[in-house]
C-alpha cells in the first residue's frame, strides 16, 4: 500500500480510511515521517486547531498528518480554504468512519482529494510481507485480456516444498484468524478470542458513535450478530428486520453503517439481460473472516462452505478496492437456480469463478460455468472452480481447476 500513496509535494490532499486497527496511522506516520503529526482523538488538540483561523492554517499548521480527522470535521473547511490559496499543497487526513469523511469530502473538497481504502492484510501481503512490490495476482492477469489457456499452461501445475506450506499456512491463518494487522503477533488462540471480542466492542462504541447517535446499542448489535449470520447469502432487509425486531428501514440504514464503516460489502447479480428470470438481490459479505466468525459463533467450526466463499470474495474485494482497479465483481443466479458463484468483469471480458470447499474437482463442477459461457458468447473469457487442493489442472480448452492459493498470488 505504501508504493501507492503520492509523494510530498504532489498538489493532493491524501485520504486514508479503512475499518480501526487496519494500520492507517502506522501506514502514514511511516510513509510521511517527515510530516507534522496531529492526532484528533487528543480533545485539547481538535480545540487547539479548532482556534486556529483559516488565514493563518498555511503558517501555523502547513502540510501535515492529521489522524482522525471525523473528530472534527469543521477542519475540512480549513483544509480548503489555505489549499485553494495555496498557502499549502499537501496534507494527509486518516479516518475510520467513512460517512462523516464522506460527507465532509462532497462539500469541502471535491476535486482536491485523493482517496485510499485500507482494509485486513490481503493474502499476498502476509505470503510475503517483507516485498515492496508485488505481483499482479493470478486472478488479475487472467482479466487482463490474452489467452486464459496461455497464462494457466505456462505456470507449474503443482507448488512445491515450502512454497506450498507457506501458501497453506498463510491461507490458513486468513481463513480462520482474518487479517487484522494486531491479531498476527498474537500466538495463543484465546488471547485472539479476546483481542477479536474487544475489538467488537469497540466497534460499538467508537465507529458507532462517529456514524449514529444510537441510544441503545442492542437493536444494532443483535442486527450485527444476525447479519454475520447471512454471509454469502442473498440480502432481504425484510428477514433481518423481522429476525432482529426493527424497521425495515431501520436495518436498511444498519446495513448502510456495516458498508461504510469497512465492515461488510454487497456484490450485485450480473447485470447483463441474459434472461428476464435473473435474480437482482445483492449477497453480502465480511472483509476479514475472523471478524465474522467471532459475530457468527463459527469461531470453533473448521470447515463451512459459506466461510470458503467469504474468504475468497473478501480477498478479491480487498484487492480490486486497495488497487482501485476498473474491474467489477458480480454473481450469477437465476429464479430457476442457475447460479455460479463469482463474475469479475474487465474491459477484456467476463472470468466467471465456482467455489469448491473440498480438496478435488468432478467434470460436473464445470457445467454452469459451461452454460454461461455460451450464453455469454464473445464476452467470455473462461472458467475457472477454485477449490482447496493444490493441483492446477485444464479440464478442456477454457476451463481450469484453480487452487484458491493459485489465484490470489
Do not use: C
Amino acid at each position: 500500500m505504501s508504493t501507492l500513496l503520492p509523494p510530498v509535494g504532489k498538489r493532493s490532499i491524501v485520504l486514508v480510511t479503512g475499518a480501526r486497527q487496519t494500520g492507517k496511522t502506522t501506514l502514514v506516520r511511516s510513509g510521511y515521517a517527515q510530516l507534522p503529526y496531529y492526532n484528533l482523538d487528543a480533545i485539547e488538540l481538535r480545540e487547539q486547531l479548532g482556534r486556529i483561523s483559516s488565514f493563518r492554517w498555511g503558517l501555523d499548521v502547513g502540510e501535515a498528518v492529521i489522524d482522525e480527522v471525523q473528530k472534527a470535521p469543521q477542519l475540512m473547511e480549513k483544509l480548503k480554504y489555505a489549499m485553494d490559496e495555496q498557502a499549502i499543497r499537501f496534507s494527509v487526513l486518516t479516518g475510520s468512519a467513512q460517512l462523516m469523511l464522506l460527507r465532509s469530502v462532497r462539500e469541502t473538497l471535491a476535486g482536491r482529494i485523493t482517496l485510499f481504502e485500507l482494509f485486513p492484510f490481503m493474502f499476498q501481503e502476509m505470503l510475503a510481507p517483507d516485498r515492496v512490490v508485488r505481483p499482479e495476482p493470478l486472478f488479475f492477469k487472467l482479466v487482463s485480456g490474452g489467452s486464459l489457456d496461455e497464462v494457466l499452461e505456462a505456470l507449474p501445475s503443482v507448488l512445491l516444498g515450502m512454497e506450498q506450506d507457506k501458501a497453506a499456512q498463510t491461507e490458513s491463518f486468513l481463513y480462520t484468524v482474518g487479517g487484522m494487522p494486531p491479531l498476527i503477533h498474537i500466538a495463543l488462540e484465546r488471547e485472539r478470542q479476546f483481542w477479536t471480542s474487544d475489538y467488537n466492542q469497540t466497534y460499538l462504541e467508537r465507529d458507532l458513535a462517529d456514524l449514529a447517535s444510537l441510544n441503545d446499542l442492542k437493536p444494532f448489535r443483535r442486527f450485527h450478530q444476525l447479519s454475520a449470520l447471512r454471509a454469502g447469502q442473498l440480502l432481504s432487509y425484510s428477514d433481518l428486520a423481522r429476525d432482529a425486531g426493527i424497521a425495515v428501514e431501520t436495518a436498511r440504514r444498519y446495513l448502510e453503517y456495516l458498508r461504510i464503516s469497512y465492515q461488510a460489502f454487497l456484490v450485485q447479480p450480473y447485470y447483463r439481460n441474459l434472461t428476464s428470470t435473473l435474480v437482482k438481490t445483492p449477497k453480502l459479505y465480511w472483509f476479514d473472516n475472523g471478524l465474522l466468525r467471532h459475530l457468527s459463533g463459527l469461531g470453533s467450526v473448521p470447515d463451512t462452505g459459506s466461510l470458503y466463499e467469504n474468504y475468497l470474495a473478501a480477498e478479491l474485494m480487498k484487492y480490486i478496492r486497495t488497487m482501485r482497479l476498473d474491474l467489477k465483481l458480480y454473481f450469477y443466479l437465476t429464479r430457476s437456480g442457475m447460479e455460479v458463484d463469482f463474475l469479475l468483469e474487465s474491459t477484456a471480458g467476463v472470468l466467471g469463478i465456482e467455489v469448491k470447499n473440498r480438496d478435488d474437482v468432478v467434470k460436473s463442477d464445470f457445467s454452469r460455468l459451461k452454460a454461461l459461457g455460451q450464453a455469454l458468447g464473445e464476452a467470455w473469457l473462461g472458467g475457472l472452480v477454485v477449490y482447496r487442493g493444490n493441483t492446477l489442472y485444464q479440464q478442456e480448452p477454457g476451463f481450469w481447476a484453480v487452487p484458491s492459493t493459485r489465484l490470489l498470488q
